[in-house]
């Protein structure tokens, strides 16, 4: 069963830091504001926990050798690290201007992706840095996608904010 915590864990940690990543970059690039992004994070931090903690359930369910509670171990521990760690990102945009609550939770996000890896690489007895780069470079394809995304829609479709 620990080992189907730590998988739900490791799943919503990241899955929440590159979705909400991704959401508010794009959401700042095409719109510019404050409440946008904060409903950007609130709908990830809700409706993505809850469709991640669906989808890990089931593809848990599909593996025989998954006990009932391990099953939902993984659900659960899906459902809150993704909750908990997306919340995490509405911290600067409350606090800071929008464009410096985007650089603050780009460097908080990366550096959650990092520990993670980090500690990915050590229980298996790789190459942190390989790991490390791995899922950071994946992370930063994302915020440029979906900074470039955010600047087409606006320049496609404006944006009444």
Request: glycine residues 10%; hydrophobic residues 50%.
């Amino acid at each position: 069963m620990k080992t189907s915590a730590i998988k739900g864990f490791c799943f919503g940690l990241t899955s929440g830091t590159i979705t909400t990543l991704g959401m508010i970059v794009g959401l700042n690039s095409g719109t510019g504001s404050r409440a946008v992004v904060l409903g950007g994070i609130l709908s990830i931090a809700i409706a993505d926990s809850f469709s991640d903690a669906l989808g890990i359930h089931v593809s848990e369910e599909s593996d025989r050798n998954k006990s009932h509670r391990e099953v939902w171990a993984s659900t659960f521990s899906t459902f809150f690290s993704k909750l908990i760690f997306a919340s995490t990102f509405m911290i600067p945009v409350l606090i800071f201007d929008l464009s410096q609550a985007i650089i603050i939770s780009i460097a908080w996000g990366l550096i959650i992706l990092g520990i993670l890896s980090y500690g990915i690489a050590r229980s298996q007895k790789t190459n942190p840095l390989m790991v490390i780069g791995e899922h950071i470079s994946i992370a930063i394809l994302v915020i440029i996608l979906t900074h470039y995304t955010g600047h087409f829609i606006y320049n496609t479709f404006g944006f009444e904010g």
